[in-house]
């Protein structure tokens, strides 16, 4: 078996084990993981006709990923540079496989010609830290989610800014109701990571001021990112000022319920059901009203455990 074959199969192993630990047969993880991308993805379509950028957005954003230089210093320790290449080029074209199944089926072929282009591009770049400098942050050091987060994505905020004026400038309101979105999703990102325990119990708190103090830290910084954009749209919009409200609301909602989520699972990532039944909020956005006091009563009994 070559080096690269046998990398593949590691990393194929590493997936299967990741599925398992999440609770699911791996083929089963394969299968719902197909259907529900589809499914998002036929979703996006029906509901805005923006629905071939958001998947070259997704497919980008999944290839960058992968250029983390930590990562990929790795790598090259271990390959010569040329199966390095190979190994990076097969990667980024395997995460951009799927939504380019879905942009040639949806006919958006140039969508999808620039997806190839671009996830192949992104073989070529590194992100990470490469010298002794460090990107200043709006936000304090003490809570790590959005200092460390804004450092790897803050690309994403100028992106989202960009969409904003460019709604504006074509005056197109959705695209800039759109920009608010990209805005709170980076964020929900940020709280992907579960921290050691130690960095629970050195809170002298109890479990719900615990929580109080991690959605309100949320929502002080989410707002510091997005406001901008909520404020210059309700100067150009003043007509639609309740659907801008609502949708800086909903960005409100959704963080604080993925926060929420992610200690009700702690320290273990989030569940299954647990994902299903966020992922349905986003759908029937009405759940949340059940769903952020049903998170908020399993998470304060996990973190009682930790918390005195």
Not at 52 to 80: C, E, H, T, V, W
Not at 117 to 145: C, D, H, K, V, Y
Not at 161 to 170: A, C, N, P, Q, R
Not at 230 to 247: K, S
């Amino acid at each position: 078996m070559s080096n690269i074959s046998h990398y593949f199969s590691l990393q194929f192993k590493l997936v299967n084990r990741h599925l398992s630990e999440f609770g699911l047969v791996p083929w089963l993880g394969y299968l719902l993981s197909g259907v529900l991308f589809t499914g998002l993805s036929l979703f996006l379509y029906y509901k805005t006709e923006y629905a071939p950028y958001l998947l070259l957005l997704g497919a980008l954003g999944a290839a960058l990923n992968m250029g983390d230089r930590s990562r990929n210093d790795f790598l090259k320790s271990i390959f010569k540079i040329k199966k390095y290449r190979t190994i990076r080029l097969l990667e980024n074209s395997a995460i951009a496989l799927p939504f380019l199944i879905i942009l040639l089926i949806k006919g958006d072929y140039w969508i999808a010609f620039a997806t190839i282009a671009g996830a192949i591009a992104m073989a070529f770049i590194q992100i990470g830290r490469s010298s002794n400098f460090t990107l200043p942050t709006p936000f304090g050091r003490w809570p790590f989610e959005f200092t460390a987060g804004f450092r790897k994505t803050f690309y994403l905020h100028l992106f989202a800014y960009f969409l904003t004026i460019m709604g504006i400038w074509v005056n197109n309101f959705n695209l800039g109701i759109f920009s608010i979105l990209v805005v709170f999703v980076v964020c929900l990102t940020y709280y992907g990571e579960l921290e050691a325990d130690y960095y629970i119990w050195v809170h002298s708190q109890k479990s719900k001021s615990f929580l109080w103090h991690k959605i309100k830290t949320a929502l002080l910084y989410s707002s510091l990112l997005s406001l901008p954009i909520t404020g210059v749209l309700c100067g150009f919009y003043p007509q639609f000022f309740h659907i801008i409200l609502a949708v800086q609301l909903l960005g409100y909602s959704y963080l604080s319920c993925f926060i929420l989520a992610k200690y009700a699972a702690f320290p273990h990532p989030i569940s299954l059901p647990q994902s299903i039944l966020f992922a349905v909020c986003f759908a029937m956005p009405p759940l949340l009203l059940l769903v952020i006091p049903y998170f908020y009563r399993q998470s304060t009994q996990k973190l009682t455990c930790i918390l005195p």
